[in-house]
């Protein structure tokens, strides 16, 4: 089944303390991202990778690293996680071609006590 | 800056036709999308537009007018399962990454 997968799914955690949400697809794409969901604000994009070893900040990425060692894998990583980053996140992936199609893991809720 | 607005709710009846309408200005433009969230649920595709007109599928038909930064998303049919969130989103490059996505408009479908 053709999927991308996140995990945690949700984590509480606290001020400081690094974290990674990985997030894996198996359908062979070029393209990833990481979004950011709020309320009332839509999905913000924290980072996107155009292919291994590519990636560039979105509209959001202070507080964010990311990687892209191999192309099914795309981690987000907190180096020092604050309460402003408590969100719901969403990783991305989509083909070459311009489908417009983004395909999103379940999601990964955090909040930063 | 780069901006998406969209009525932030809408309600109607089973069986009924909802417009849900998108307005943009974005540094970029080469598509618009729409996406349905249900609530505890990841953004499902629904359509793409990068031309002017009407898309049409199934129940569900998008369309665009470039030259009035302007869309909307139409549902036709409503059900119960149809109540969800609505999200436009803009493809900003070229490349098929980037997007900025609206304010998501809050769909009820009444019995």
């Known amino acids: 089944e053709a999927q991308v997968t996140q995990n945690p799914r949700y984590l509480i955690t606290v001020t400081g303390k690094k974290l990674t949400v990985t997030c894996s697809q198996n359908m062979n794409h070029e393209y990833m991202s990481w979004y950011r969901q709020d309320p009332g604000l839509g999905l913000r994009q924290i980072y996107y990778?155009?292919?291994?070893?590519?990636?560039d900040k979105g509209d959001v990425p202070e507080g964010y690293k990311v990687s892209r060692k191999e192309k099914r894998n795309f981690p987000l990583i907190l180096e020092s996680p604050s309460p402003n980053q408590t969100s719901l996140y969403f990783c991305?992936?989509?083909?070459?071609?311009?489908?417009?199609?983004?395909?999103f893991g379940e999601g990964s809720r955090l909040t930063v006590l | 800056g780069q901006s998406l607005e969209q009525p932030s709710e809408v309600t109607a009846v089973e069986g009924a036709i909802v417009q849900i309408n998108c307005t943009y200005q974005?540094?970029?433009?080469?598509?618009l999308s729409w996406y349905q969230q249900h609530d505890g649920g990841a953004p499902t595709f629904l359509s793409y537009n990068a031309l002017d007109g009407l898309e049409e599928t199934g129940r569900f038909s998008s369309f665009l007018s470039r030259s009035d930064s302007y869309g909307y998303l139409l549902l036709q049919e409503l059900q119960m399962k149809d109540s969800a969130s609505y999200f436009c989103?803009?493809?900003?490059?070229?490349?098929?990454?980037?997007?900025?996505f609206g304010p998501g408009t809050r769909l009820s479908v009444l019995p």
């Open positions: 989103a803009v493809q900003v490059d070229n490349y098929g990454q980037n997007f900025v």
């Open positions: 974005t540094s970029g433009f080469y598509g």
């Open positions: 991305a992936s989509s083909k070459t071609e311009n489908t417009g199609e983004l395909f």
């Open positions: 990778s155009m292919n291994v070893e590519v990636t």
